[in-house]
Structures are given as structure tokens and as C-alpha cells.
């Protein structure tokens, strides 16, 4: 294999494997933006089940209440 294809593949594959960690960090940027679940799964195309992304979002809230806008009222 020559030099070129093995640092591709190489890229490549520490791409896939840093995957789900990189989503799940921009899901949760999304709602500390305010955001809301629902439109968070339509973005990343039903990548991860609405149930999911509001379990994740609802932890991240409950540890991390000052990173996320006020309730309106």
C-alpha cells in the first residue's frame, strides 16, 4: 500500500471512529442554543431517535442548567 492510501485510510477511519462523540457535542451545542429536540433529530436526519436526543439533552441540562437559555414564561 503506498503512503498516500494508508494516511487516507488512516484519516478516514479516525473520522468514523470520533463520529458519535462529535455528534453528540453538537446536539448539545444545538440546545444550549436553544434549540429543541425535535428540530435537532430532523437536522441530523433521524441519525439518533427523538427519545435519544432528549434523554441526552435532558442530562446535559440537569448537569449543566447555567449553559442553557431561560424558560420563557
Known sequence: MDEATRLELDALADAYEQAPARLR????AA??????PAAIVRAIRHAYTY?????????DRTENPELYPAAES
Request: net charge positive; charged share 35%; proline share 0%.
Open 51 to 59: 427519545e435519544y436526543v432528549a434523554r441526552l439533552i435532558r442530562a
Open 31 to 36: 440546545a444550549r442554543k436553544g434549540d429543541k
Open 25 to 28: 457535542a453538537a446536539i448539545l
